[in-house]
C-alpha cells in the first residue's frame, strides 16, 4: 500500500524507575525516583506500526484516524502541522517503513548521507541536590562526588550538577559555599578532562556567577546553564568578564520558556549553546533549529530530564548536527520499553542501525497501560 491511513492510535504512560531518588534543583521540590514517559503507538491501516513520546489528547487522535500518512510525515519536510501532536511514532513510523534508522531519514532531510551504526556522545544529568539534610559541608560535596562516581561506573564521562542551593532551599552565603565544595568534589572524583557541566536553573545572578567561576577556575567547567534568565545585556557583561579573566566555560540557554529572541541573541554571541526541550519542540523543529545554529557555529544540547524515551530519540539527532554537542542522558528502567539495542560505553551511547528509533514495546505491558489510564482511538 503506497500512502496508508491511520488505523489506530493507542495511548498511554510507561513508568520506569531512576537508579535512585533525585532531589531538588534551585527552584523546584524533591524529583522522586519515578520517571514517566507518554507513549502513543500509531498503526496504518495496511498493519504497520511506529511508537514514540506523544502528549496527544483523544480528541486530537480521533481527527488523526483516517489521514494519509504523507500528509503527516515525508523526509523532504518532516512532519507537517497536523502530525505534531504524534510527531516520534510519525518517525519511527517513517522509519519501520522505509527500514532505515531515524538518524539516516535526519541526514536525509539535510541532503546528507549517514552509514554505518552511530555514536552520541552524552552526559550524565543526575547529580541533583541530594544533599539538604547534610549539615557539613564535606559530607555533602562526598555525596555528591560519590553520585558521579555512580555515573563513571555506568560508563558516563561528562557529568552535570545542580548548583544554586542559595536561591531558595539553603541560605544565601551557606547554599553557594556548599556549591562550590561540591563542584570542587566532583571535579576530584571525575577527573580532570570529563566535560563538568553547572546547572543553576536560573537560581543566580551575575555577582553570584563571578565568584563561583572565579572560585572554581581551576575545575575547568565546560558549561554554566541558566544562571539567570536569559538576558542579552547580563550575558554579553559576563562573556567580556570572562574573556578578561580567560576563562573559558560556555553559556547555555533555552530550556522551559526560552525567550523569544533567543537565536538572535545566539547569533550575536551571547549564548554558545541552545537547548530547545527535545519533547516541546520536537524533531523537525530541532532539525531547523541545528541548521540553522550549525550555521552560526552555535551548539546544539536539547533539553531532555525526566524522559527514558527521549535518551534515546536525542541520540539521533548527534550525527547529522554538525555542533551538537551532548545527549542529555536522565537514566531509568522502564518495563515496556526495551532500549537494550543501545548500549552506553566511555562515555557514547551506541546507537542501533535498526528501523525507527531502534526501540520496542512490550506489547502485554502497554496494553495494560493503554487500558488503566490511556485511550485507544480507531477507525
Ligand atoms: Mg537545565
Redesign the pocket.
Known amino acids: 500500500m503506497n500512502n496508508p491511513r491511520i488505523a489506530s492510535i493507542e495511548w498511554g504512560v510507561l513508568e520506569g524507575l531512576r537508579p535512585r531518588n533525585a532531589g531538588c534543583n534551585s527552584r523546584l521540590p524533591d524529583h522522586g525516583p519515578t520517571m514517566r514517559d507518554a507513549i502513543a503507538r500509531v498503526t496504518l491501516e495496511d498493519g504497520t506500526s511506529g511508537f514514540g513520546f506523544s502528549r496527544v489528547k483523544q480528541p486530537q487522535a480521533e481527527a488523526l484516524i483516517g489521514q494519509r500518512l504523507d500528509e503527516l510525515i515525508s523526509v523532504e519536510q518532516g512532519v507537517t502541522a497536523a502530525g505534531l501532536p504524534i510527531e516520534f511514532p510519525l518517525w519511527d513510523l517513517l522509519g519501520q517503513r522505509t527500514g532505515k534508522p531515524v538518524y539516516a531519514l535526519a541526514a536525509e532531510y539535510y541532503g546528507k548521507s549517514l552509514d554505518g551504526p552511530q555514536q552520541a556522545k552524552c552526559y550524565d544529568t543526575t547529580l541533583y541536590f541530594d544533599d539538604l539534610h547534610i549539615a557539613s559541608d564535606e559530607e555533602a560535596s562526598q555525596l555528591i562526588a560519590e553520585e558521579a562516581r555512580q555515573g563513571w561506573e555506568r560508563g558516563h564521562r561528562a557529568f552535570k550538577m545542580k548548583v544554586g542551593r542559595g536561591g531558595l532551599h539553603m541560605p544565601l552565603e551557606a547554599g553557594t559555599a556548599r556549591d562550590i565544595a561540591v563542584i570542587h568534589a566532583v571535579r576530584d572524583a571525575v577527573g580532570p578532562d570529563a566535560p563538568l557541566m553547572v546547572?543553576a536553573?536560573n537560581g543566580w545572578n551575575v555577582n553570584l556567577v563571578k565568584r563561583v567561576l572565579t572560585e572554581t577556575a581551576d575545575c575547568h567547567l565546560f558549561w554554566l546553564?541558566?544562571p539567570f534568565h536569559e538576558d542579552p545585556v547580563l550575558y554579553g557583561h559576563l562573556q567580556n568578564w570572562m574573556r578578561e579573566r580567560g576563562l573559558l566555560v560556555l553559556l547555555a540557554d533555552g530550556?522551559g520558556h526560552a525567550a523569544a529572541p533567543l537565536l538572535d541573541w545566539a547569533q550575536a554571541g551571547a549564548i554558545d549553546v541552545i537547548?530547545y526541550d527535545l519533547r516541546d519542540i520536537g524533531l523537525t523543529k530541532w532539525l531547523k533549529v541545528g541548521q540553522k545554529l550549525d550555521s552560526w557555529s552555535v551548539r546544539s544540547a536539547p533539553?531532555n530530564?525526566g524522559s527514558n524515551f527521549g535518551n534515546h530519540a536525542s541520540c539521533h539527532l548527534s550525527g547529522v548536527i554538525e555542533h551538537f554537542t551532548f545527549v542529555e542522558w536522565d537514566h531509568a528502567d522502564t518495563p515496556g520499553l526495551d532500549t537494550s539495542a543501545y548500549s552506553l560505553s566511555e562515555g557514547q551511547i551506541n546507537v542501533p542501525d535498526a528501523p525507527g528509533f531502534g526501540l520496542a514495546l512490550d506489547d502485554a505491558i502497554f496494553q495494560l497501560v493503554v487500558q488503566r489510564d490511556g485511550y485507544q482511538v480507531s477507525a
Open positions: 546547572d536553573n546553564e541558566e530550556e537547548q533539553h530530564y
